[in-house]
Structure formats: structure tokens, C-alpha cells
């Protein structure tokens, strides 16, 4: 699992490549939770990610609820369409906001 | 396919779905399929590790095996951890709550069960043996 950040323009970038499963994810929610500060916005990039199990759901959830808590923004680019899949059954996909790539990822939370 | 054996850790999920992401190539099971085959085998090897061998103070092993049927991909995981059966756990029935809301368990066997075209559990001589079962798109000639 390789997780790189950048800040951009006040917005923070996470990049994740490689499969989320139980092993994983725990990576991925303590690398990413500490990030999570007053009014962040943040942009997970899940181009390189192939797989995701429920344990990733879990960090995302984590996730979502870290950023609802200090009124931050968040937002999810390049699902797999099996993740997308996955992330729609379960009804998460109706609580996250989506977009297809980084920069429409970035234009979404610069509108707000 | 040959059956492999895995240490009963999180570390060894990785291997397990390299082996069946093969045996579903092998078989010629579509991409789609495929995801979701992973994935049931992958959230049953987890709750095996997580509950049925570290949370019970266990230590063993997973076996895994896939064979290719005229009409099907079976794949078996095996065990010797403490007796779970999957079905048992009950369907989340939140799945409109807001996620913000809810809590989170049974997520894993949800997508289990929603992903296989048939899944059974049996337990006979302190061995657990879930049973993941996917269509093959065409009839293919059965592997010994």
C-alpha cells in the first residue's frame, strides 16, 4: 500500500495505490484520519486502488465521520467501477461525494 | 487447482486472493465476477482471521482450494478455528440509515452473500468449510 500527500491551494491531495483489504486499511485510516483538521478539504484519489474489502469501507467511514465532525469537505475520485459497485450495495456511494477525476475532485471543493 | 495453505493472519490475504484472482483466470470467469468472487473469499478469510482464530486466543491455518465444474467455480476455504457460520450473522437491514448513523457490522457478509451465486457453510470435525460458488458464463471442460 503506497499513500502519498500533497497540499495544494489549502486543499490536502491523498494518493493510495494498491489493494484495501483488512491488512491495508488500518494504513490507510491512520495515515489519513491525523490530516483531518477544522474545516479541511480533502481529495482521496482511489485511481491506483484496484481492490477494496469492507475493512475499507470501515476507514472511509471513519473518514467521513472525522471530516462531518470538523466541518470539513471531502471527496472521492477515480472509483473502480467494481469499488464504485461495492460502495453503491452497501449505500455508502449516497453519502460521499464522487467525481471521475482529480481535477473535477479539486473543482468541487474550490466551489465550496 | 492445487489446494495451498495460508498461516491464519492478515498477512497472508494477500496470497489467498492471488490464488483464487488465478483459479478465477484459469476458469474463464468474467472480470465482474471475478471482483465479486474475490471479495466474498476475502471478507470470509478476514472474519476467519479476526474472529475465529486471534479474538479466540487461536493460532492454525486456512486452506484454500478451487475446482473448476462444467457450469461453475467452487472455491473452499477450510479451517480449524472456532465454529462461525456466516449465515448466522444477520443481514444489515440499515443500509438506507445514514452511514453517519449506523454502526457497521455484518458488512462483510453482506457483500458475501450478495456476491456469490450460491454459498454454504459446513462445520463437521472441528473444521469450518465455506463454500463460494460462481456461474461460468459458458460450459468449459472440468479440470481433475
Do not use: W
Given at each position: 500500500?503506497?499513500?502519498?500527500?500533497?497540499?495544494?491551494?489549502?486543499i490536502?491531495?491523498?494518493?493510495?495505490?494498491?489493494?484495501i483489504?483488512?491488512?491495508?486499511?488500518?494504513?490507510?485510516?491512520?495515515?489519513?484520519?491525523?490530516l483531518?483538521?477544522?474545516?479541511?478539504?480533502?481529495?482521496?484519489?482511489?485511481?491506483?486502488?484496484?481492490?477494496m474489502?469492507?475493512?475499507?469501507l470501515?476507514?472511509l467511514l471513519?473518514?467521513?465521520?472525522?471530516?462531518?465532525a470538523?466541518?470539513?469537505?471531502?471527496?472521492?475520485?477515480?472509483?473502480?467501477?467494481?469499488?464504485?459497485?461495492?460502495?453503491?450495495?452497501t449505500?455508502?456511494l449516497?453519502?460521499?461525494?464522487a467525481?471521475?477525476?482529480a481535477?473535477?475532485?479539486?473543482?468541487?471543493?474550490?466551489?465550496g | 487447482?492445487d489446494?495451498k495453505?495460508?498461516?491464519g493472519?492478515?498477512?497472508?490475504l494477500?496470497?489467498?486472493?492471488?490464488?483464487v484472482?488465478a483459479?478465477?483466470?484459469?476458469?474463464?470467469?468474467?472480470?465482474?465476477?471475478?471482483?465479486?468472487l474475490?471479495l466474498a473469499?476475502d471478507?470470509?478469510?478476514?472474519?476467519?482471521?479476526?474472529?475465529?482464530?486471534v479474538e479466540?486466543?487461536?493460532?492454525?491455518?486456512?486452506?484454500?482450494?478451487?475446482t473448476?465444474?462444467?457450469?461453475?467455480?467452487q472455491v473452499i476455504?477450510?479451517?480449524t478455528?472456532?465454529?462461525y457460520?456466516?449465515?448466522?450473522?444477520a443481514?444489515?437491514?440499515?443500509?438506507?440509515?445514514?452511514?453517519?448513523?449506523?454502526?457497521?457490522?455484518?458488512l462483510?457478509?453482506?457483500?458475501t452473500?450478495?456476491?456469490?451465486?450460491?454459498?454454504?457453510?459446513?462445520?463437521?470435525?472441528?473444521?469450518?468449510?465455506?463454500i463460494?460458488?460462481?456461474?461460468l458464463?459458458?460450459?468449459?471442460?472440468?479440470?481433475?
Amino acid at each position: 500500500m503506497e499513500i502519498r500527500t500533497e497540499t495544494t491551494g489549502g486543499i490536502t491531495v491523498v494518493s493510495l495505490r494498491g489493494d484495501i483489504d483488512a491488512s491495508t486499511a488500518p494504513q490507510v485510516q491512520e495515515s489519513v484520519l491525523p490530516l483531518v483538521t477544522a474545516g479541511s478539504k480533502l481529495l482521496m484519489d482511489m485511481t491506483g486502488v484496484p481492490y477494496m474489502s469492507s475493512a475499507g469501507l470501515r476507514a472511509l467511514l471513519s473518514l467521513y465521520r472525522q471530516v462531518a465532525a470538523k466541518d470539513g469537505k471531502l471527496v472521492l475520485v477515480g472509483l473502480s467501477e467494481e469499488i464504485a459497485d461495492t460502495m453503491s450495495i452497501t449505500g455508502f456511494l449516497d453519502f460521499f461525494a464522487a467525481r471521475g477525476t482529480a481535477a473535477e475532485g479539486l473543482q468541487f471543493l474550490q466551489e465550496g | 487447482m492445487d489446494a495451498k495453505l495460508f498461516p491464519g493472519t492478515l498477512e497472508s490475504l494477500a496470497g489467498i486472493a492471488d490464488y483464487v484472482l488465478a483459479a478465477a483466470a484459469h476458469s474463464g470467469l468474467d472480470k465482474r465476477a471475478t471482483y465479486r468472487l474475490r471479495l466474498a473469499v476475502d471478507e470470509v478469510a478476514t472474519n476467519i482471521v479476526a474472529h475465529g482464530y486471534v479474538e479466540a486466543g487461536l493460532s492454525g491455518h486456512i486452506q484454500v482450494v478451487a475446482t473448476t465444474h462444467s457450469d461453475r467455480l467452487q472455491v473452499i476455504l477450510e479451517d480449524t478455528a472456532i465454529p462461525y457460520n456466516p449465515l448466522t450473522q444477520a443481514t444489515p437491514d440499515n443500509l438506507d440509515t445514514p452511514i453517519a448513523e449506523r454502526p457497521l457490522g455484518g458488512l462483510g457478509v453482506f457483500l458475501t452473500i450478495q456476491g456469490c451465486d450460491r454459498f454454504a457453510y459446513e462445520y463437521h470435525d472441528g473444521h469450518n468449510r465455506n463454500i463460494f460458488e460462481m456461474n461460468l458464463p459458458t460450459p468449459t471442460e472440468p479440470t481433475p
